[in-house]
């Protein structure tokens, strides 16, 4: 299930976020490309410190100093008054000019890894949210406070009304996730951002804001770009899959094939690592390694020194390029290449299938 051109809002290309710091340059987002549907929801996975935020940032023009995206293309979709829709690159707009902040909070919404570092502390949480909807919706102050009391009432917090007087500390980090999410759906935004969006909450919670983002997204036909660590939540919610290690997508796909049948080493590793209902925990199984240090320099394939299918003389030379297979599942691995030819008869079959 690949997104035809004309359906696609969000797409991104060899974007390059790059931190100068004094250590050297640690190259958070390197090369990453993936597009996502109008309406569609797209999973992106991976440990943490591999860039998915930092990404995501970067779609907001949020990233800041010592960080700055270095090259690449953020081409949106944009509807036109006349019915027609445009393709803007983000990149080429100012950060804090007009245009950006116009797409920024109205149509493209983000849910930030931490909400109570997000809300401000000093001014009461309606106003945050009511200022919101003037910036992006013409109406007036008392139309945009029913809009955020029924927004908060969306996000099932009980007592809204009385609730838009509070401020961040004053509620529990469950409540400020949702009074997060009301905040970013407030102004119905065609491509919402959730950034590990239920990390800080507990599971009863969790369950209830994630069936809450997918009421949403079917009613307001939002495309959703859902960052997690938790594949059983992208199971559940995501058309598709981009698998995230070291600022680079190592696979993406469909997410029924993907989790039917992973093709990067490093994908079925995240995979094996899900606890199962039907082992023992003893069972459970890690990735070995760990994530190497942002600013070492390795030579080959950022994950073959943690990879169980590494072919010496292959993996820690080459550096592996996207490479598409059938179903539109687009891999970055040696293994699919001619250079497994020796190492691995029935992958090399695999891949001269295509
Ligand atoms: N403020 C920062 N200063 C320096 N480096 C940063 C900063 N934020 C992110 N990075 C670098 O970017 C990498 C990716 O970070 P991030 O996108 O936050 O990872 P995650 O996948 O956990 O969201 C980090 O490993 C780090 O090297
Ligand atoms: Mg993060």
Redesign the pocket.
Known sequence: MTVQPNDTLLEVKDLQ?H?F?AEGV?K??DSTTFSIGRGKVLGVV????????????SIMRMV?P??HTVDGEILYSRAAETGQTTSVDLLQLPATGAEMRSIRGGEISMIF?EPRASLSPVHRIGDQITENILLHQPVTPSEAELIAIDMLQQVHIPLAEQRMGAFAHQLSGGMCQRVMIAMALSCHPNLLIA??PTTALDVTTEAQILELMQGLQAELDMAIMF?T?DLGVVADMADEVAV?YL?KIVERGAAADIFRDPKHPYTIALLESLPRMDQKRDWLQTIRGV?PD??STLNGCPFHPRCADSMPGVCDEIVPQPISLEDGREVRCLLYTEHATQESPQLAEETSHQ
């Open positions: 976020t931190f710091m640690a958070a987002v991976g440990e943490s410190g591999c860039g998915k935020s930092v990404t995501a940032r800041r010592p960080g890894q950034d590990e960052i660590h995230m600022g994530v942002p600013y």
